[in-house]
């Protein structure tokens, strides 16, 4: 059995693994040649500001006096540039939306593993194809890029990490920090010749990165003073590093000027998803190059949006975040960065249509290699007879729109050719993606015979073991025949080789050959499925649908569960409200508690008043949360006095890391816990078995009998399917485990406020699992006043994950109205909202099992250990 157990846990780690390995891989190519515009460019240099975290309306509007608040960038607008919206791509991060900006894709989701601070594969951008780069901000952007590039031509000017402190009294000195220091390199230049030189060359590029807007975004929201106060700051300094450029340059009128955002914010201060306040941000240009501002008596915009910032008379022109990499590109003169996938705004460029068209001609070109390069990638590890190509832009439809554009181009026909370049684009593009997703149907297929396998064989070992179910059926034992061990061998040998000659992945082989051995232990049960079919037959058959209606019922509210909450809020409500009507609340001890509550409340205040996070709340945070662990081993193992002591300690933690009313979440749930346990051990005593012993007086033990355990019987179904529930439920009661969008950075601010992806998600990690801890020790003390084995438990939940995941397939694909397979429950697009409950769905019904060992270990642990400080006093049983 103990083999079964370690078996199963890898299978469903397979299980889990594979939507990364097919999903979450890098969309990135390479090997593709440079391409850039024939003709001389518009600027020699080119200034990109990035305002980390603006909103677009917060930047666009009037203040509460009726003045612009950003009245330097108001004057471009009206005066000297172009302005519009740039669309950010969900997920609304930091390094995705940079990544867009200077790179031109869209980051794919395997780099959230790395805390949005490097890329798993590495990439191309503008500052590689510059002659020389300087920026200047946040150590956590500026790094990326410059590891990025090649040669000694990217140079970085950052601050330290601890000064990203959202807990600062005054974090507008991000921002100044960067308008100081490039003032002081500007002024060193002009003693420096070397340095002088170098600034004078052609295709240079000056990166500014402020994230004080951010900041105090996160830090006080963006409707407070705070946040708005940073952008007029930012305007004014935005304002006199222009002034500084053109008088360094002598106003030769050859810089281009790029103003925008990387993402927005929403007005509880957090971002990542799709709302038009994270996904609207900010896009100004000015300066060589670049269009004048252009009045019109009509926009093709129906928002309201204009009349309120009193732009209505200035063409507003919106662009892709993304397709702000190929215009910087454009401007200077440099090869497009080569894993772009941005459409030049041709309508931002002043200058001839003769180089409109050449531009979208390189661009076109750019793409298009990108297309062919995953093609051939593809084409050379496919069988020629079982390749498909993407039929809508063959070789020949290649030739044949390029040579058309060049032809327009040399007639003059400057519109026709564009025209040709963005359909070529497009077609590329949608090339792109069905190179990148061509074998997910094939993988998805063969995990789907693996995970159906698995439920299969989990179901008859629990027949063939646990239950009285085939007792007395067969009279005889047969063996497997060797027909059919050499049948799966030969199915296993020829998928080895069919994957061997197409040169796969080992992780091609691990999906393609679990099913294999999977189905042959199916199979070799035959006797068990023959006795099983038996046993039915002569079961009542009233009693049999009605079982089987009340199992699929369950299963699908569990389903529903996923996309309709209100679906656990019934019974929810009946059964939290039992515990109020006993006292066994008034024994429970509060000390810890009332600590926790203060610390909450001192270090709110103290943040607001801008004094940062004090040392001594620190402290108190972090012991807290470390003596949640210990202080219920120190508690007698009575089962009550040791639950309470669990509540109370989990209680303590679960208060640092809240910021409202969910702070009453882990009380509520304890409550229905309490309920069920009673509720159990009632209905246990009813059903005839021989357990008289009150709740009071059972006693975890650290050393069970197993000669207590009993058979299975159906009533052990409705108890597995009440602990997937109370675990489903625990899971939605405080957010989304994946989605950083779902959470507040406020809920740490009682332990760090320095930003720390990783730190801060292990600690609203450890909030996820509080209540799942809650209901596996609640469940620890259901097993024991049961008599219910824990490895029985572990295959019936198993098999009900499992069910729950097909279940999920096909109310998945109802709802999409599409033929799919399972696997189109995960998503890779999307924001981190999107994408994250895809795969917590997924990670839920196929991870299970993984979960529940993890959490039944830790709850065993929690119950049944027992710690002894020294010089404490021996209690004596009477």
């Known amino acids: 059995m103990l083999l079964f157990f370690i078996v199963g846990l890898l299978v469903h780690f397979v299980f889990f693994a594979s939507i990364f390995d097919i999903y979450f891989t890098s969309p990135l190519v390479h090997g593709m040649a440079p391409q850039f515009t024939p003709l001389p460019p518009p600027a020699r240099r080119l200034v990109l500001i990035v305002a980390d975290g603006l909103r677009a309306d917060a930047l666009y509007e009037f203040d509460e006096k009726g003045n612009p608040r950003a009245p330097f960038i108001r004057n471009i607008i009206m005066h000297e540039g172009s302005w519009g919206i740039s669309h950010t791509r969900v997920p609304t991060e930091s390094r995705p939306g940079h990544v867009a900006l200077i790179a031109g894709f869209y980051e794919d989701v395997s780099a959230v593993a790395k805390g949005w601070k490097e890329n798993p594969v590495e990439f191309d951008s503008l500052l590689n194809q510059s002659k020389y780069t300087w920026s200047w901000g946040s150590p956590d952007i500026l790094s990326?890029?410059?590891?990025?590039?090649?040669?000694?031509?990217?140079?970085?000017?950052?601050?330290?990490?601890?000064?990203?402190?959202?807990?600062?009294?005054?974090?507008?000195?991000?921002?100044?920090?960067?308008?100081?220091?490039?003032?002081?390199?500007?002024?060193?230049?002009?003693?420096?010749?070397?340095?002088?030189?170098?600034?004078?060359?052609?295709?240079?590029?000056?990166?500014?990165?402020?994230?004080?807007?951010?900041?105090?975004?996160?830090?006080?929201?963006?409707?407070?003073?705070?946040?708005?106060?940073?952008?007029?700051?930012?305007?004014?300094?935005?304002?006199?590093?222009?002034?500084?450029?053109?008088?360094?340059?002598?106003?030769?009128?050859?810089?281009?000027?790029?103003?925008?955002?990387?993402?927005?914010?929403?007005?509880?201060?957090?971002?990542?998803?799709?709302?038009?306040?994270?996904?609207?941000?900010?896009?100004?240009?000015?300066?060589?190059?670049?269009?004048?501002?252009?009045?019109?008596?009509?926009?093709?915009?129906?928002?309201?949006?204009?009349?309120?910032?009193?732009?209505?008379?200035?063409?507003?022109?919106?662009?892709?975040?993304?397709?702000?990499?190929?215009?910087?590109?454009?401007?200077?003169?440099?090869?497009?960065?080569?894993?772009?996938?941005?459409?030049?705004?041709?309508?931002?460029?002043?200058?001839?249509?003769?180089?409109?068209?050449?531009?979208?001609?390189?661009?076109?070109?750019?793409?298009?290699?990108?297309?062919?390069?995953?093609?051939?990638?593809?084409?050379?590890?496919?069988?020629?007879?079982?390749?498909?190509?993407?039929?809508?832009?063959?070789?020949?439809?290649?030739?044949?729109?390029?040579?058309?554009?060049?032809?327009?181009?040399?007639?003059?026909?400057?519109?026709?050719?564009?025209?040709?370049?963005?359909?070529?684009?497009?077609?590329?593009?949608?090339?792109?993606?069905?190179?990148?997703?061509?074998?997910?149907?094939?993988?998805?297929?063969?995990?789907?015979?693996?995970?159906?396998?698995?439920?299969?064989?989990?179901?008859?070992?629990?027949?063939?073991?646990?239950?009285?179910?085939?007792?007395?059926?067969?009279?005889?034992?047969?063996?497997?025949?060797?027909?059919?061990?050499?049948?799966?061998?030969t199915i296993g040998i020829l998928m080895a080789f069919f994957l061997l000659i197409q040169a796969c992945p080992w992780t091609y082989y691990v999906y393609c050959l679990l099913p294999v051995p999977i189905w042959y232990a199916v199979l070799r049960e035959y006797q068990v499925i023959q006795d099983l079919v038996t046993s039915l037959l002569t079961f009542p058959s009233r009693h049999f649908v009605g079982y089987l209606l009340a199992l699929a019922l369950g299963i699908e509210v569990l389903v529903l569960s996923f996309f309709y909450r209100y679906m656990l809020t019934a019974g929810l409500i009946v059964f939290a409200g039992w515990p109020f009507t006993t006292q066994l609340w008034t024994r429970a001890k509060m000390l810890s508690t009332v600590l926790s509550m203060w610390a909450v409340y001192s270090t709110h205040n103290s943040l607001l008043k801008k004094q940062g996070l004090p040392l001594i709340n620190q402290v108190v945070s972090w012991i807290i949360l470390a003596s949640s662990f210990v202080v219920p081993l120190l508690s007698p193992r009575n089962l009550l006095e040791r639950l309470f002591s669990i509540l109370v300690s989990s209680m303590s933690a679960y208060l640092l890391l809240s910021r409202g009313y969910e702070a009453l979440f882990p009380l509520v749930l304890s409550c229905l816990m309490f309920v069920w346990i009673h509720m159990e051990q009632e209905t246990l005593q009813q059903s005839g078995v021989s357990c008289k012993q009150k709740v009071t007086s059972i006693h975890f033990s650290y050393n069970t009998d197993i000669t207590q355990f009993r058979q299975l019987c159906l009533d052990d179904i409705r108890r597995a399917f009440f602990l997937v529930f109370f675990l489903v439920t625990a899971f939605f009661g405080t957010g989304n485990i994946a989605s950083i969008n779902s959470f507040d950075l406020a809920s740490v601010y009682c332990f760090l406020t320095v930003f720390s992806p990783f730190m801060m998600g292990a600690l609203m990690l450890w909030k996820i699992f509080i209540p799942f801890v809650l209901v596996m020790c609640a469940f620890e003390a259901v097993q024991l006043t049961t008599q219910l084995s824990s490895k029985s438990l572990f295959l019936m939940v198993l098999v009900i994950s499992d069910i729950m995941a097909l279940a999920q397939f096909?109310?998945?694909?109802?709802?999409?109205?599409?033929?799919?397979?399972?696997?189109?429950?995960?998503?890779?697009?999307?924001?981190?909202?999107?994408?994250?409950?895809?795969?917590?769905?997924?990670?839920?019904?196929?991870?299970?099992?993984?979960?529940?060992?993890?959490?039944?270990?830790?709850?065993?642990?929690?119950?049944?250990?027992?710690l002894k400080l020294r010089g404490q006093p021996k209690s004596h049983l009477i």
């Open 144 to 489: 990326m890029f410059a590891k990025g590039a090649t040669g000694n031509h990217v140079f970085t000017h950052s601050y330290n990490a601890d000064s990203e402190d959202f807990g600062a009294k005054d974090v507008t000195k991000l921002d100044t920090w960067v308008f100081d220091n490039i003032k002081e390199f500007f002024h060193a230049a002009r003693n420096n010749q070397s340095l002088f030189s170098k600034l004078n060359e052609e295709k240079v590029v000056f990166f500014l990165h402020l994230l004080g807007i951010d900041t105090n975004g996160h830090a006080h929201r963006p409707t407070s003073r705070e946040y708005k106060d940073n952008i007029k700051l930012v305007d004014e300094g935005v304002k006199e590093i222009v002034s500084l450029l053109k008088d360094f340059y002598g106003n030769d009128e050859k810089t281009a000027f790029l103003f925008t955002s990387d993402h927005g914010m929403t007005d509880w201060g957090s971002h990542g998803a799709g709302h038009p306040s994270e996904t609207f941000t900010p896009f100004v240009a000015w300066g060589a190059g670049i269009k004048y501002p252009q009045k019109v008596s009509d926009q093709q915009f129906n928002d309201v949006l204009l009349k309120g910032w009193k732009l209505e008379s200035w063409k507003r022109q919106d662009i892709n975040q993304a397709d702000v990499a190929p215009l910087m590109a454009s401007l200077i003169g440099v090869p497009f960065p080569l894993n772009s996938v941005g459409i030049l705004p041709v309508n931002y460029l002043n200058n001839t249509d003769a180089f409109k068209a050449e531009s979208m001609y390189t661009n076109a070109k750019q793409i298009l290699e990108q297309f062919k390069v995953k093609m051939t990638q593809k084409k050379e590890v496919t069988l020629p007879f079982l390749f498909t190509p993407f039929k809508l832009l063959s070789d020949s439809k290649q030739l044949d729109i390029l040579r058309k554009a060049r032809s327009y181009i040399k007639q003059e026909n400057y519109d026709e050719a564009v025209f040709l370049c963005m359909e070529l684009i497009h077609l590329s593009l949608e090339g792109l993606t069905y190179y990148h997703t061509y074998d997910r149907f094939f993988l998805g297929i063969n995990v789907l015979l693996g995970f159906v396998g698995w439920a299969s064989y989990a179901s008859l070992l629990i027949i063939k073991s646990h239950s009285s179910l085939t007792r007395g059926v067969s009279k005889e034992v047969k063996k497997p025949s060797h027909l059919l061990l050499c049948s799966f061998v």
């Open 810 to 866: 096909q109310t998945t694909s109802i709802k999409q109205h599409h033929d799919k397979h399972f696997f189109f429950l995960v998503k890779d697009y999307g924001s981190w909202l999107d994408i994250g409950t895809s795969i917590s769905h997924y990670v839920i019904v196929m991870c299970m099992t993984i979960v529940l060992v993890f959490l039944n270990g830790l709850a065993q642990l929690l119950t049944t250990k027992k």
